[in-house]
């Protein structure tokens, strides 16, 4: 608990400081170096909390809540959110490449084949049991979205890319848990179907339900 909330304090702290640099009219000595500014204020929480021996990850995302927000606690940045954005959208990408090459290099294929038949039945147990339970615990409690059933299969069938059981896994191999080659190992094979299975059959499945967005705008034409 305390290296939680040692990062949170640390992340605040310079997430403020570095948003006020950018963005005070008058102090703001940093407003032409926005994109610079962010990314020390993520580095620099890190490298802090690091050294206390706090949580460097909380640091980190607290000091990007903060500087995302900056509205929010009165500093004002909405010149620079296109310039933001763009810088954003384009380190994610690269970050999500890095993570898949990460997860690729740790893969040990004696050991995927090794577990292969069990990772596959885990696989699908999360893709056709546990996933849908998660889905329909959240969705149907949530009166105000007013989700339909098509909606709700829909969202049991779509996923995500898988970047973050990569970076989980990445994080388990580097910190030697054990067993962490069988992890990466199922990670991948988790990654590799669904990709195969549910990510190439996404647009299908959302024209049978009726839920893809060119049917939608078509049926309020």
């Not at 939680?4 to 950018?22: D, K, R």
């Not at 098509?150 to 848990?177: D, K, N, Y």
Request: proline content about 2%; glycine content about 8%; aromatic content about 10%.
């Amino acid at each position: 608990m305390k290296v939680a909330v040692g990062g949170i304090l640390i992340g605040a702290a310079i997430g403020f400081v570095i948003s006020f640099l950018v963005s005070h009219v008058s102090f703001g000595f940093l407003r032409d170096y926005t994109v610079i500014g962010m990314v020390v204020a993520a580095l620099l929480s890190y490298l802090l909390a690091d050294v206390v021996h706090v949580s460097g990850f909380m640091a980190t995302f607290v000091a990007g809540l903060i500087f995302g927000n900056a509205s929010d606690f009165g500093l004002h940045m909405e010149a620079k959110q296109s310039e933001i954005h763009h810088f954003s959208d384009n380190i994610t990408v690269m970050m999500r490449m890095l993570i898949f090459i990460l997860l690729g290099s740790q893969v040990d294929f004696s050991m995927m084949m090794k577990y292969l038949w069990g990772g596959v039945l885990v696989v699908f147990i999360l893709m056709f049991i546990a996933r849908p339970l998660t889905v329909i615990t959240c969705a149907l409690p949530d009166r105000k979205a007013k989700w339909t059933w098509r909606e709700i299969l829909f969202m049991c069938w779509t996923r995500e890319t898988g970047v973050i059981p990569a970076a989980l896994s990445g994080m388990v191999v580097g910190m030697g848990v054990p067993y962490a080659e069988v992890i990466a190992a199922v990670t991948f094979l988790a990654i590799l179907i669904t990709i195969l299975v549910q990510a190439s059959t996404t647009p299908y499945v959302a024209r049978k339900l009726g839920v893809d967005e060119v049917d939608t705008k078509q049926g309020t034409a």
